[in-house]
């Protein structure tokens, strides 16, 4: 679109809420030509985990991990079976909490696709 439209860049703006990986993809992009595979259910909820940690450290455990609960849902969108996750992360109560349901989900998640494969086989 760059080079189409003869534009010097490009605004990412709102994309990037909770989907911080799409700058290295795009910058990826615009050098080769190759897109990046999207990350997996892990590195999001690394990622999460990390912003959490990030926001409770500066604004204290309640105030951090209440404002965490607006980006949660943008970090598990796409994830299958992440309903009852995001649910649980906008009533939990503190960072020990948010990551304790992360772990689980990905627990849950592990599980579910180590069944799906042995389907496959």
Same mark, same amino acid.
């Given at each position: 679109?760059?080079?189409? /439209?003869?534009a010097?860049?490009? $605004? $990412?703006g709102?994309?990037? *809420? ?7 993809? @795009?910058?990826?992009?615009l050098a @080769? =030509?190759?897109?990046?595979? *999207?990350? @997996?259910?892990e !590195? &999001?909820?690394? @990622?999460? %985990? ?8 500066? %604004?204290?455990?309640?105030? =951090?991990s209440?404002e965490f609960r607006g980006q ?5 969108k796409?994830?299958s079976?992440?309903a009852?996750?995001k /649910?649980?992360?906008n009533?939990?109560?503190g960072?020990e909490?948010?990551d304790?349901?992360f772990d689980?989900f990905?627990?849950?998640?592990? &599980?579910?696709?180590?069944?799906? !494969? *042995?389907i496959v !086989?």
């Open positions: 679109m760059i080079d189409y /439209v003869g010097d860049a490009a $605004m $990412m709102r994309a990037v *809420e909770g989907n911080p990986w799409i700058l290295r993809q @795009t910058e990826h992009y @080769t =030509g190759e897109l990046l595979p *999207e990350p @997996t259910a !590195q &999001k909820i690394q @990622t999460a %985990k990390e912003h959490l940690h990030r926001l409770v450290e500066l %604004k204290g455990d309640y105030a =951090g209440h949660s849902g943008y970090y598990l796409g994830i079976h992440s009852r996750t /649910v649980a992360l009533n939990a109560d960072e909490a948010m304790a349901i689980e990905l627990e849950k998640n592990a &599980k579910r696709n180590s069944q799906h !494969q *042995e !086989q």
